[in-house]
């Protein structure tokens, strides 16, 4: 969905120093980062151009006009396709939405449901269409791919099926899912987060977070997002999130056999995508245990995790500062996501209990 994507398209670290330094060593230029982008109306999203040219993505849109589009603009490591995703090869209807198109699916609109929101009419279909659709799979045979780290999921209510399109190949080499979930789905039959959180903890991903995203009810919100429909508000019933997964290395670094998935340029891609997505924390946790595994003997894993390590009072702090830091002052404190001291944090309380 367009308006989630806008919104939830900021939520990743804008100076991410770790990424930084692994492309200036060159790091990922024989192995680049490949991300396979599902939904990609309007283009790549722009974190991946911190990887400079040591990325690769793989993007699929549903508008073959779009497509072609993107592709006329695309830099050389991009590269779109005309293709609609499913769990299996066939021809299903896709439902189209001529006044609203990024939100057109592979579900037919629960008008039960959404007739409850205001600016709910752009999200129903106006005509339906019977087309092609393929697993990535088969997708990937046919077209030579053999490589995927990382996978971006917006498709409108179909995200579950195409993972499970994935085939144990490809769900085996993914380190990092980010995917829109409904909550409540709004297309018949479509899957809802609960079903999609099951599937990525049975193939050992784990939940790294979850923004929410709110829908308000017409009874007390007349008042439409953009372009005539409704979307995320301040308040209301929770309705969408872009969910970040990943796998858990850690847990496998401890695991003789599986172990041997881990080589050092893998370990520093998941490191780098926790940090692109301010996930600092189980970055150093994977770097700690990779080096105690003897897989980052030619790095030094001790610089990375002082690039990865918070700043301490605005001031940048090695990773053994840091923890001294903690041990003395104590956790770290947010006010409205901003990193404060213990005074301020300590101020801020006392004016809240006031009622200030």
């Known amino acids: ?187 018949k039959g479509s899957a809802g987060f609960a079903e999609l959180d099951i599937f990525m903890r049975e193939r050992g991903f784990v939940l790294g977070d979850l923004p929410i995203f709110r829908w308000e009810k017409k009874a007390t919100s007349p008042y439409m997002f953009t372009d005539g429909i409704f979307g995320p508000t301040d308040r209301g019933q929770i309705a969408l999130t872009q969910a970040i997964y990943f796998k858990d290395a850690v847990i496998e670094l401890r695991d003789p056999k599986k172990k041997k998935r881990w080589s050092a340029e893998r370990t520093l891609k998941l490191a780098s995508l926790l940090e692109l997505y301010n996930l600092e924390d189980a970055a150093i946790e994977l770097l700690l245990e990779a080096d105690r595994s003897g897989i980052l003997k030619a790095y030094d894993v001790g610089k990375m995790i002082d690039l990865l390590t918070p700043l301490v009072d605005g001031k940048e702090a090695t990773y053994d500062q840091y923890v001294e830091h903690v041990r003395r002052e104590g956790p770290p404190r947010y006010i409205a996501g901003r990193r404060v001291s213990q005074a301020e944090y300590a101020a801020h309380l006392k004016k809240m209990r006031e009622g200030k």
């Open 1 to 187: 969905m367009l308006s989630l994507m806008s919104i939830s398209a900021d939520n990743f670290n804008p100076h991410p120093r770790l990424i930084e330094h692994l492309v200036g060593k060159k790091v990922f230029s024989k192995s680049p980062l490949i991300v396979v982008d599902v939904g990609a109306r309007g283009g790549a999203g722009r974190e991946w151009s911190v990887y400079g040219d040591q990325y690769e993505l793989i993007g699929f849109e549903a508008d073959p006009e779009e497509c072609d589009k993107l592709n006329r603009v695309a830099p050389d490591n991009e590269c779109y396709y005309p293709a609609i995703l499913w769990s299996k090869r066939g021809k299903r209807r896709f439902y189209i939405h001529e006044k609203h198109p990024p939100t057109s699916s592979l579900y037919d609109s629960d008008e039960e449901f959404l007739s409850r929101f205001p600016g709910w009419k752009p999200f129903m279909p106006t005509r339906k269409v019977l087309l092609d659709v393929t697993d990535f799979s088969s997708f990937a045979r046919k077209n030579g791919i053999t490589e995927a780290d990382a996978i971006k999921l917006d498709a409108e209510g179909a995200e579950l099926e195409i993972l499970r399109g994935l085939g144990k190949g490809f769900e085996e080499k993914l380190i990092f899912v980010s995917t829109e979930a409904n909550f409540r789905p709004w297309g």
